[in-house]
């Protein structure tokens, strides 16, 4: 029973994916070779490293753990968007299930990243536009929200999700994505954290950065499950301090339709995944 297949599939932005579990977008989905290898080794899909025009290297970027998660000062992909037009015109041919981050300095110039996109691969999109420790971020509003996800929609046909933060106005920054012509919803994107150096006093990782891990989830788990309760329809994608086949069916009982991965990966990255994909498979053929 244990290596049994469990048969289902799982719809996320138009795609059907073997199982719901996602890799989430960072620093381990920026190599081609490493999202080939998160699809071998089980994922339902993987979400590529947030794609940027012109991002700069503006400083080291590094995470750091601690015992409840991880902090990280990462932001966008600094390969070019040729770079990755070439790999999504692959990835397209071999039709692997991808989902393509992006985000721009502002909403028209993500509209024409999202066209140029379109022109390589019918790849669904996710809107990176709330890393809130991001060089170039302001406050994330729902009118911001809006005109970012309107701006695609008027680019493109293709299926997208706006990632978002958990905040102030969740629920106003949610219904903007909506109204803008949003898929479906991405939550939770990291949230604010920082972590000191005890001896030094000094803060690690240039300050306020982005944390991520098991200690969201709870958060993320009531955020998701307080929109549906609320009427929210709309599909989402629960993303927050995955580390087990518990915790991604936790995730679906709270409303998520499928269940994004990716601090625990930053260990045994391969092996994790695979006992995640597992122990979710075992927790679904029991019921």
């Not at 244990?2 to 989905?29: A, C, H, R, W």
């Not at 920054?173 to 972590?195: K, W």
Request: aromatic share 6%; net charge neutral.
């Amino acid at each position: 029973m244990k290596n049994q297949v469990f048969e289902q599939t799982y719809d996320v932005l138009g795609m059907k994916i073997k199982n719901p579990i996602i890799v989430g977008s960072g620093l381990l989905s920026d190599e081609e070779k490493y999202i080939r290898q998160f699809i071998v080794h089980g994922a339902g899909a993987v979400v590529t490293k947030t794609i940027y025009p012109n991002s700069e290297k503006l400083h080291t970027e590094k995470t750091h753990s601690i015992s409840t998660g991880m902090l990280n000062n990462t932001t966008y992909s600094k390969k070019t968007v040729e770079h990755w037009l070439t790999i999504l015109s692959e990835f397209k041919r071999e039709q692997l299930p991808v989902i393509v981050s992006v985000h721009a300095e502002s909403p028209g110039e993500l509209g024409s990243l999202a066209a140029r996109i379109s022109e390589v691969t019918d790849a669904p999109l996710e809107l990176g536009i709330s890393c809130l420790h991001a060089d170039d971020f302001i406050e994330d509003t729902p009118e911001r929200v809006f005109n970012y996800a309107k701006a695609v929609k008027e680019r493109v046909d293709t299926s997208f999700s706006v990632k978002l933060a958990l905040g102030d106005n969740l629920y106003g920054r949610v219904q903007a994505a909506i109204e803008g012509g949003a898929h479906s919803i991405t939550l939770s994107d990291t949230i604010s954290g920082i972590v000191f150096d005890g001896v030094s006093g000094k803060a690690l990782l240039n300050g306020v950065c982005g944390y991520s891990g098991p200690g969201i989830k709870p958060l993320v788990l009531a955020a998701i499950y307080n929109l549906r309760k609320r009427g929210l329809t709309i599909p989402i994608l629960g993303s927050g301090g995955v580390q087990d086949g518990n915790d991604v069916h936790e995730y679906m009982l709270a409303g998520a339709n499928t269940v994004q991965v990716y601090t625990a990966l930053h260990r045994h990255m391969y092996k994790t995944l695979r006992r995640i994909v597992l122990e979710h498979a075992q927790i679904t053929m029991s019921k």
